[in-house]
């Protein structure tokens, strides 16, 4: 830590990086992998944007706004299009309020799929990183392990085979 | 008396004398530090002979008996009433304050940076972003403005209030001496060392940090160490379940959620701490540090927002969140009794000036304009010049896209240059012009002393404000910043707004569409004079002669 790095002044910041150096310096490797773990656990940061499993629905979540759908129909078709849609135009209020807590409920339950997506995201990076540590200190006890002699298999060992259990029981 | 003048419609009539100052804050919680505020004005303001009530929108439970809905201060409110506005979030009470009758003043408590938000909260990021648009609608509502540390007075400054202060923050000391709860302190006395979090869980108050720097503190230093971290925990919320994760990660042992906490299990919490350690990257003011200071328990702080000015000098102030080196800090603490002493002292003597008695006399001298009815000094309108903003300007003034900038406010006639300041200082002061060469300069503190892993220019609230309410022309140099992309689509409609950037950042795709054609890129080798000339000229919306 540097002096500029502090600010106080009783005591001051170079009384403080005196004591700092009084401590006894950390091993080496304990350091080293304090940071190689500090660097494996750093998260990304969250992306703002929705889930994009999620974007679909959350298009179609406010449900008072809707355009009537096209007909094919040469000219009762459109006739019937645009009273839908003067239907729709002079009842916005009333469709607003009748919606409303679906709306809501929309929001709701969207927000509810986004948590579960973000948990889950966060138990796999854990899950993940916790295989990484273990296959890790697995090889670090392999390798402490005293190496076999030259010629020595599995597959050579002098142990005797067992006989198979019998199945004749002995009374 | 008769009314002494007419300041203005919107902000109410002046008298005076106030008969009645009542407070109007969004949601009145109990224990919290804005609800504590609010209870002590209350009882100050009746002391001094005022009658005065607490207005909310919503409350606690506990509160219940002391609050009166906000709806009912129309009713209430007459030509001699002067209310106190608390913000600190998004209240959509604006209209309420911009239709009631008499003389009105805002408390600003300070707004958590929607950025703190975004990914784990959409909601609360909303209500943060709504939170500093209601900041600047209020200003045209109010006559006068305080806030709790020069930090936020700052940003008030860079909304457009004029006369902005510092109202002193009451803190009442003897809600601290509640005896230790005696089982708790059982418990985590057994010898290890313990280090102590206080405050919600929240993005912004970085646990995370936290329990990176006490795993490096009980791996380096004290294997018998314990974290006690005493606030709300929800492990559904996104934010908390990834600290949860992050506790698995790490695997430091006797880690311990206290959850919320009662008054007595807080001072067992206090009274078994070795130190006191906050990560927080943003604070309006800071209350847990100053009650660890009267617990005599020392601080370690990282030295973001207003934490420096709070710290006042006292304590251990870190510009560093390396978990390494802020855990030799709590080394040192716990094994240099020589130098914890001296904190505790230091600490102490900052506390000094915060009694009761001595805070109340300064509230008072700070309020009397108001309650007297003195009007506020004249309003001066404000000149629509050309800002330049350049974020990077203060740490590398050579760069080329810092020297663009100076170069284009110099070719405009009373152009000033916008950029974040690179010191942290224990004492924030309001965005002042300085004169920099022949350029006007305006130094904005930045909300945190480092920022990102490439250890970017750190974002600034107040600059970020003060964007958002430049009345002139805007050029952003670059593009390609943080508060380019934060501010570029709220700007007021007709801002004229320009941008530069440079390789190897690109503005994103929402900068790009609200420059538009406006949006140059300065390639290595171009000739700076032409292009600010060319950017002087793009600006130049009155086609003054340039100065050179």
New interface residues.
């Given amino acids: 830590?540097?002096a500029?790095?502090?600010?106080?002044?009783?005591?001051t910041a170079e009384?403080?990086l005196e004591?700092?150096e009084?401590?006894p310096t950390?091993e080496p490797e304990?350091?080293e992998?304090?940071?190689r773990?500090?660097a494996?656990?750093h998260?990304p940061?969250?992306?703002?944007a929705w889930p994009p499993f999620l974007e679909g629905a959350r298009m179609k979540r406010d449900t008072r706004y809707a355009d009537a759908p096209s007909s094919h129909r040469p000219l009762v078709g459109p006739a019937l299009v645009m009273a839908k849609r003067a239907f729709r135009l002079a009842f916005q209020p009333f469709i607003n309020e009748a919606f409303r807590r679906q709306v809501e409920f929309n929001e709701a339950i969207l927000?509810a799929l986004a948590?579960i997506h973000?948990?889950q995201r966060?138990?796999a990076?854990?899950q993940s990183?916790?295989r990484q540590e273990v296959e890790r200190q697995l090889e670090q006890l392999t390798s402490r392990l005293p190496s076999p002699p030259p010629g020595h298999t599995p597959e050579h060992t002098e142990e005797k085979p067992r006989p198979a259990p019998s199945r004749r029981r002995s009374r | 008396m008769a009314n002494v003048s007419l300041w203005n419609s919107k902000r109410g009539t002046a008298s005076s004398s106030a008969e009645a100052v009542h407070q109007l804050v969004p949601r009145l919680a109990w224990g919290d530090a804005v609800g504590n505020q609010v209870r002590y004005l209350r009882d100050l303001l009746r002391g001094w002979g005022y009658a005065s009530e607490i207005y909310a929108e919503q409350w606690d439970e506990a509160c219940r008996d002391e609050v009166r809905p906000a709806r009912d201060y129309a009713r209430d409110a007459g030509r001699d009433t002067a209310l106190l506005v608390h913000h600190s979030f998004e209240s959509r009470l604006v209209p309420l304050v911009a239709k009631a009758k008499g003389r009105k003043a805002l408390l600003y408590h300070n707004v958590t940076p929607e950025r703190f938000f975004?990914?784990?909260d959409?909601?609360v990021?909303r209500g943060s972003r709504l939170a500093r648009e209601e900041l600047v609608q209020l200003r045209e509502h109010v006559t006068h403005a305080w806030a709790y540390s020069h930090f936020s007075v700052e940003e008030l400054s860079a909304a457009g209030y004029r006369d902005a202060s510092v109202l002193p923050f009451a803190v009442d000391w003897n809600a601290f001496n509640v005896p230790p709860d005696a089982a708790l302190r059982a418990q985590v006395e057994d010898g290890c060392a313990n280090v102590l979090f206080v405050g919600r869980t929240v993005p912004s108050k970085r646990l995370e940090d936290v329990l990176?720097v006490f795993?490096?503190y009980q791996?380096?230093?004290q294997p018998r160490s314990r974290l006690l971290v005493a606030g709300t925990l929800y492990s559904?919320a996104?934010y908390d379940?990834?600290v949860l994760?992050?506790r698995?990660?790490?695997g430091p042992d006797r880690v311990v959620f206290l959850g919320r906490v009662d008054a007595a299990q807080l001072s067992a919490c206090f009274a078994s701490a070795t130190a006191y350690l906050s990560m927080s990257r943003h604070e309006g003011f800071g209350v847990p540090l100053l009650e660890a200071m009267y617990r005599g328990v020392p601080v370690v702080a990282y030295?973001a927002a207003a934490v420096?000015e709070t710290?006042g000098?006292?304590?251990?102030?870190?510009?560093?969140d390396?978990?390494?080196?802020v855990a030799?800090?709590l080394?040192?603490l716990e094994?240099?009794p020589a130098?914890r002493a001296?904190?505790v002292?230091?600490q102490r003597?900052r506390l000094a000036p915060l009694g009761q008695q001595a805070v109340a006399q300064r509230v008072r001298e700070a309020l009397t304009p108001f309650l007297e009815g003195r009007p506020p000094s004249a309003l001066q309108p404000a000149t629509p010049s050309v800002t330049v903003v350049c974020p990077g300007f203060d740490a590398a003034p050579d760069a080329p896209m810092s020297r663009l900038a100076r170069a284009v406010a110099d070719r405009l006639p009373d152009a000033r240059l916008w950029t974040v300041r690179r010191q942290?200082m224990?004492l924030q002061l309001a965005p002042r012009k300085e004169r920099d060469g022949a350029t006007r300069v305006w130094r904005f503190t930045p909300d945190e002393p480092s920022f990102g892993p490439d250890r970017d220019t750190p974002p600034s609230s107040s600059l970020e404000t003060g964007v958002r309410c430049a009345p002139g022309p805007l050029l952003f140099a670059g593009a390609d910043e943080d508060v380019a992309r934060r501010t570029v689509s709220r700007l007021p409609p007709g801002t004229r707004a320009a941008g530069i950037w440079a390789a190897p950042r690109a503005p994103d795709a929402a900068v790009r569409q609200a420059l538009g054609t406006r949006l140059w890129e300065l390639t290595p080798g171009r000739d700076l004079t032409s292009l600010a000339g060319e950017l002087a000229r793009e600006l130049d919306v009155e086609g003054r002669p340039h100065a050179r």
Wanted: aromatic share 4%.
């Fill in positions: 830590m540097r500029e790095d502090l600010i106080t002044t009783n005591p009384a403080v004591s700092l009084r401590l950390p304990k350091v992998a304090l940071r773990r500090f494996a656990t998260a940061p969250t992306s703002a927000d948590l973000e948990h966060v138990q990076r854990t990183l916790w | 975004e990914g784990s959409r909601h990021a990176r795993t490096a791996r380096l230093y559904t996104p379940a990834s994760a992050l698995e990660q790490l030295g420096p710290m000098g006292a304590g251990l102030t870190t510009l560093s390396d978990p390494a080196q030799g800090l080394a040192v094994r240099d130098l001296r904190v002292e230091a003597q942290v224990p």
